[in-house]
């Protein structure tokens, strides 16, 4: 097994490499570019605007247009040069690829290029956020996810089973930022009760209370967003948990396993549960991805909570490519890395599975 970890790992190189290489591609041939940005509030502001370029070009000089760049007519071609050097840009492609990745494999990523302070503390700053989101959002659509799928397979058409579809029907119709909204009229302030806060992930004065009013405040603050992202997230789990217990119930060991007159729980827990669970194991790294960046892109801008998913946003907005870059860099390596855990927790679940002989 040591030997397939290690390989494993190895391999993380050449897919993180492989997927910085297609985005940075990509990225490079969108248009609205941090230089084509820098050019617009230079039409717009003046030489203020430029202020942060490079000193030895001839603002004054006669305007030509480069044609190199959307909205670059009235601008010499020095300050563009400039503005050119400033971002990196007079670099090759290659060149300007290879650079990055030399500083990111020591994790430095550079300076923002509109917020002007450095990348991995803005990282720092903004992933607590949003790992606390992620995390309890997702152990909470497990935890209720699982046994409620058990339940319905056991029970298959029985009330329970009617009556709880009804529940799954509205959790795959109604999208968490909806709900998030629904949330916010009736508890938030909205046209109802006022009795959860509006935004932020703790009040003002956090710091300043004791240990347990601190973890009270935060999970006040916590509540509705994390509500409306589970009721968008389980009921697919749900599903696919129900699915897969009704589909080990009926096969020939479950029936031998009865006909030996073992007890139904044995039964359910001690030879249903391992099989059963090594699919709904093996879609928790997607799970746990598309909840901490993906799904709680929206919920984070709705509570006004400043996360790693809202600064990537708005970095994607800006094009400020240094925490475009690292934002992708940070969720593929997080990506990789629970994809291996989750191989090693099919081992966990059943110790017939040998990924290192196979």
């Known amino acids: 097994m040591a030997s397939y970890i290690l390989r494993r790992l190895l391999l993380i190189v050449p897919t993180l490499l492989g997927i910085m290489i297609l985005n940075f591609g990509i990225v490079q041939l969108a248009p609205g570019g941090p230089v084509e940005q820098m050019i617009a509030k230079a039409h717009g502001q003046g030489n203020a605007a430029v202020s942060r370029i490079s000193s030895d070009s001839d603002a004054g000089a006669a305007p030509v247009s480069s044609g190199k760049y959307r909205g670059d007519q009235g601008l010499d071609p020095a300050v563009i040069a400039a503005i050119e050097k400033d971002f990196g840009f007079d670099k090759p492609f290659a060149k300007r690829f290879a650079l990055m990745m030399r500083h990111y494999a020591t994790f430095d990523f550079g300076e923002s290029y509109f917020q002007n302070r450095r990348v991995i503390d803005l990282v720092k700053e903004k992933l607590p956020v949003s790992i606390s989101l992620g995390l309890w959002t997702t152990l909470l659509i497990y935890g209720i996810s699982i046994p409620l799928g058990i339940a319905k397979a056991v029970r298959s ?11 799954i029907v509205f959790g795959y119709a109604i999208p968490s930022y909806l709900f998030a909204i629904l949330l916010i009229e009736l508890f938030a302030g909205g046209s109802f009760l006022h009795l959860f806060p509006f935004r932020g992930i703790h009040s003002e004065n956090w710091s300043g209370l004791p240990w347990r009013r601190r973890i009270a405040d935060y999970a006040w603050h916590m ?19 129900r699915n897969s ?37 093996a879609g928790f790294p997607a799970a746990f991805i ?69």
């Open 245 to 281: 217990f009704l589909d080990e119930i009926g096969k020939q060991y479950v029936l031998t396993a009865r006909a030996k007159g073992l007890k139904p729980a044995r039964v359910l827990y001690g030879h249903v549960f391992r099989n059963a669970m090594l699919i709904v194991i």
């Open 290 to 358: 598309a909840v901490l960046f993906t799904g709680s892109l929206l919920t984070e801008i709705i509570f006004s909570l400043d996360g790693l998913g809202l600064l990537g946003y708005q970095a994607t907005l800006a094009r400020d490519y240094p925490i475009m870059f690292a934002t992708l860099y940070i969720y593929t390596l997080i990506g990789l890395a629970l994809n291996l855990l989750s191989d090693l927790m099919y081992v966990i679940v059943d110790p017939r599975i040998d990924f290192a002989e196979r």
């Open 157 to 167: 058409g029985s009330r329970f089973d009617a009556w709880s579809s009804i529940l």
């Open 223 to 241: 509540a509705l967003p994390v509500t409306a992202m589970v009721i968008g997230g389980f009921a697919s789990l749900t599903m696919l948990t």
